[in-house]
């Protein structure tokens, strides 16, 4: 890049601010989708680009090298958006949601979600998995019971967060650790400092949140109708949930996330056709496109069973691309780099360089969207600037899982809050103030990091 086209410190910084501008108005004043001022900051920074002597044909290359990162998140959104609506086919999600109606009190569904998501994230890995499987069913149990679902898609996204964060099977915990040049459990242990407060005073704030819910005489009366209706259209069994096992026995198991998801809608259309009712090919390939269609005379039930399907998952997809676009512009034009360089000058205690971490890892989740670019760019950016200060490297692994990872389904133009969003039926801005863990995480952190020992 030659000395005329890089952008200033500066510079950048204000294109950063604008940015954001755009975006926050365009949210929160307008009350837009994120699919328009993010289209909208591409044009703004292409406009730029031209303006410091970039060819249209430079730019478009850095849009088509952001998009070709975004392949395989948009593969895995559109296999889970099928195997959720084929989860519903088969009767998968309605087991595990009459299961549930019967057994769980409503009062305990936060804190039951908030736990049940934290295990079988930390077992697989995954929270892409965990929300996909059981946090799609607990959300039909809170439309059921009449709790707000925000509070639910909060407690499901803390808990599944959690095993993304400390599961030595998760990705971005393997992915830190090795930014970092830590050993995994290392990694894991140190992160206990910020994780342990942050889940403890999570789980008080849903244990007061669900003391606080009444559960009216017609709620439970609703329950009863809405197990009756589900029970009435689609046959409860058992044997459904073996498809979801074989997915979480497959993740386990390390095996690659896309054959994983490919299996789990193949089984579920076996088991579909030995199982349910009035199954036929042209049923289960319309499930897969547009999820399935039950008739039911409750809306309530409708919504429970009608769910899923690839197109569901379509709008989180053009966010994926034009996201990316973008975040690969930024990288054409240096922006990243220039902003990351100016930060880095200046620090010379462990306090300012951990706060430094974790917002730029924020601030790469806010730019890009993506989780790995987040842990990536800020690590080799900070990475020799620890050692020169003679700090450890797992605080530094520990500042890019709490500000990269943590924070992206906080974003709705992220890879994971696209992805939560579209399978829970919450939007992120509606959930955001209620992921508790999530943002308290990278406050220790933050915190931790001006403490001499931590």
């Known amino acids: 890049m030659s000395k005329e086209k890089r ?4 510079i950048s910084a204000l294109l950063f601010l604008v940015i954001l501008a755009i975006i926050f108005t365009c949210l929160f004043i307008f009350h837009a989708e994120p699919h328009l001022p993010l289209l909208m900051c591409v044009g703004f920074l292409a406009v730029v680009g031209a303006f410091k002597g970039y060819s249209w044909k430079e730019l478009e290359s850095g849009i088509v090298s952001g998009i070709r990162n975004g392949v395989q998140p948009i593969i895995v959104l559109s296999l889970i958006g099928i195997l959720i609506g084929v989860w519903e086919y088969s009767g998968a999600i309605p087991t595990v949601t009459v299961y549930a109606l019967k057994m769980i009190e409503p009062q305990a569904l936060l804190l039951t979600a908030l736990f049940s998501c934290l295990i079988i994230s930390s077992l697989v890995g995954s929270s892409f998995t965990t929300v996909s499987t059981i946090g799609v069913a607990l959300i039909g149990v809170a439309q059921a019971a009449g709790i707000p679902l925000t509070w639910v898609a909060g407690a499901v996204i803390c808990g599944a967060c959690f095993g993304d964060k400390m599961s030595p099977l998760s990705d ?52 009863q109708t809405i197990v009756s209706g589900i029970e009435n259209i689609v046959n409860i069994n058992m044997l459904t949930l073996l498809s979801p096992l074989l997915v979480i026995v497959l993740a386990v198991r390390r095996i690659p996330v896309i054959p994983s998801l490919a299996a789990g809608i193949v089984s579920a259309g076996i088991l579909a056709a030995f199982i349910q009712p009035d199954v036929s090919f042209s049923s289960f390939l319309s499930a897969m496109q547009n999820g399935p269609v039950f008739s039911a005379e409750s809306e309530a039930v409708a919504n429970i069973l009608n769910r899923g399907g690839l197109q569901s998952m379509m709008g989180s997809v053009s966010l994926i691309i034009i996201a990316f676009a973008l975040g690969g ?13 100016g930060v880095i000058k200046g620090i010379r205690s462990k306090g300012r360089l951990v706060f430094s971490t974790v917002a730029s890892s924020m601030g790469m989740n806010l730019l890009t969207g993506e989780q790995y670019l987040s842990i990536l760019i800020p690590g080799q950016s900070f990475k020799k600037l620890y050692d020169r200060l003679g700090i450890e490297r797992k605080h530094l692994s520990r500042s890019l899982e709490d500000g990269g990872t943590l924070i992206n389904p906080m974003i709705p133009w992220g890879v994971s809050g696209a992805f939560m969003s579209s399978a829970l039926g919450v939007p992120v801005i509606e959930y955001l103030p209620f992921v508790f863990f999530l943002y308290l995480s990278p ?4 915190l931790f990091g001006f403490r001499k020992q931590s």
């Open 443 to 446: 406050i220790f952190s933050i």
């Open 7 to 10: 952008l200033s410190f500066s």
């Open 172 to 223: 971005t915990t393997n992915f830190a650790a090795g930014v970092g040049e830590l050993p995994i459990f290392k990694h894991i242990r140190h992160m206990m400092g910020t994780t342990i407060p942050a889940l403890f005073i999570t789980i008080l704030l849903f244990f007061f949140m669900g003391r606080s819910l009444t559960v009216a005489s017609a709620s439970t009366e609703n329950i």
């Open 329 to 341: 512009l930024m990288e054409k034009t240096g922006l990243i780099t220039s902003l990351l360089e």
